[in-house]
């Protein structure tokens, strides 16, 4: 019988024959938007490092790399783990690595590849990771800023300074420098708190050799943040509404649309889609609604639940789609719907390319 | 090298030995939970027709229809699919099945298993069924009412009665019933509805041998609505933070927890989880925060980003959890956490007993 896992396209497929809800990415979109990134920092003499949290495919990463980014970008080792048995060799994870089995394969990863890193943010990570580590196969670890994006990270230059040299005295450490994720707009605040610390790490003798930003809604405002050394994003690679609302993108630059069907027209003002939260995801990113419909953007998808969207059309003119009409979504965030689908179809034009196995997809450890 | 697959744990392993973020589920909670509902509809002499999208595990299934139920229901033909292959043979989807990929498939499915049906809101939908099924292999559809829910659905008896003679007229078709999802507390509207529509459906010589409702939150007032013949409910199999809020379910109902470390503390009234989007989603179902953190009820999970959940720890006495602590989320809602792990770990107390393939994991079709 039939089974779900058939349901993937040959290449050559029209667009018009998928089931749907579907996304599918754009190749020349895409490729589009991974050489305007590249040439942007490439032009500022920053170092480029895709987060790969976005695609979760070695074959899109390997693009980026290609296009000139010096290493990619991962937050959780299982995550790193994928890219790494793909053959990627340079690898940051901007996350806090605590407990004994995450420790144990992070030093098998690190004995692995050439260029391992991560961040800590506490004296309890960094004892962690000093007690898994020696000095056969040191670990670079990276201290962690609290800069206005208020998640992890220390408070202080002062902070920053200090764990930077519990980092340095560990036998199994190298201290690789200061990470922040910065707040939106919050340049001023960055090379604030980055001046402060790298004049403190000179007073105490340490070497800063990165300054590690990140973000795609600012990422054509990098230059406001001289002192960096390297540029984090990866909603860059795909767009999506959010980042047409931050200004770093066109409706044009979206790379995924979600191919949605329109299942009911209960009234003159509803209808509904087949895509739900299982499609879309709930993540509203500061939206009152749940993606916009290309074709009809005085549509508001209203509701979602697992496997309908409830659109209110009562915005648009005229009579609205059929029952059976086939609509292209532009979701609000395009990396969390990446990460509920096993397969990512691409296309050129109406014609699919590939079909990728989204390698690192469900990887939260 | 290790990779993200040997991360699940025999039967046997404790608890606090796996890696998190990780979502639990607790053996005798969810027993208990299907053994009351099952004896709460028998008390009504009701068919119980299980919703799988909240376990998408046909051991699951299984183990409510040994307790009693008549069936399954099913959201998607592909869902149907892989419980077909598991053995179950009387399966309902309630949605309207388009288009041709769709319909062969469906045909497949209903050739294989004994009692399949589907619903229908559109003479567009019925269009489309009818020059799929024929007389041979004849498929049951049922007319899907909106009675307040605002979803899909015939707006009056009036059309749920002309479309349900479309179907009886249709060669290949069988007319099987009235099917509804309720609003909250809308039994009232339901049972005008249906009276209604069976009254007119009298007139026109049509037997009406199905009444089929649903939701978890009105489930103990299923007698509020005499004319129903069965329900459908998912969400009662495990329970979350909404089915309390709802009166359905105590904390100690809730069979799902996601086990969370705590990654960072940077300041005395913020904790980081290392629980995102990609553990917990973003459904908030109603809901101002993220779900609930059993060991710190005052705490709020006040924002997600994938990978982290930040926690405000305002609300709480004393000084909080520490750098490493494991803690235990109750989520909003427990069917779309389902949705993102490829695998679900049961257990017994502080043991695993079972760790079972999500077999209807990521089936939108």
């Known amino acids: 019988m039939a089974g779900p ?22 190749e ?32 899109v990463a390997r693009a980026q790399t290609e296009a000139g980014a010096v290493g990619i970008n991962c937050q959780k080792v299982t995550e790193a783990e994928v890219f790494a048995e793909a053959g990627f060799d340079d690898i940051l994870i901007t996350y806090n690595i605590l407990g004994p089995a995450r420790l144990a394969r992070l030093k098998v990863l690190n004995a692995r590849i050439s260029h391992l890193s991560v961040t800590a943010d506490s004296a309890e990570v960094v004892a962690g990771l000093a007690a898994t580590f020696d000095a056969a196969h040191p670990l670079t670890v990276l201290v962690e800023c609290d800069t206005g994006g208020k998640r992890c990270g220390v408070q202080t230059p002062e902070a920053a300074a200090s764990l930077a040299a519990e980092i340095a005295a560990a036998e199994g450490l190298r201290f690789g420098g200061l990470m922040t994720y910065p707040a939106p707009g919050g340049a001023a605040a960055v090379e604030g708190f980055v001046t402060a610390a790298k004049a403190l790490l000179q007073e105490a003798g340490l070497e800063c050799p990165v300054v590690t930003v990140g973000g795609t809604p600012d990422f054509f405002a990098a230059g406001d943040i001289p002192s960096a050394t390297e540029h984090r994003a990866g909603t860059y690679v795909y767009n999506d509404r959010a980042m047409v609302r931050a200004g770093h993108a066109t409706l044009e630059d979206c790379a995924m649309h979600i191919l949605v069907t329109v299942v009911s027209r209960p009234t003159p003002d509803r209808a509904v889609i087949d895509a739900g939260s299982k499609a879309l995801t709930s993540d509203l990113l500061g939206f009152q609604d749940h993606g916009l419909i290309v074709e009809y953007p005085g549509a508001r ?6 496997e309908h969207g409830v659109v209110d ?21 395009t990396c969390v719907v990446t990460n509920l689908f096993d397969r990512m179809v691409f296309h050129d034009g109406e014609r699919v390319t590939r079909v990728l196995d989204v390698a690192a997809r469900g990887t939260v450890w």
Chains 1, 2 share one sequence.
């Open 5 to 26: 896992q058939d349901i993937w396209p040959a290449p050559g497929t029209p667009l018009s024959e998928l089931l749907t809800p579907l996304p599918v990415i754009d």
């Open 28 to 59: 020349a979109r895409m490729a589009a938007n991974i050489a305007r990134a590249q040439a942007h920092l490439d032009g500022l003499g920053r170092a480029f490092r895709p987060h790969i949290k976005t695609h979760k495919l070695p074959e």
């Open 301 to 306: 998808i209203t509701g979602l639940s697992e």
């Open 313 to 333: 059309l009562s915005g648009i003119d005229g009579a609205g789609p059929k029952v059976g009409d086939v609509l292209r979504v532009i979701p609000n965030h």
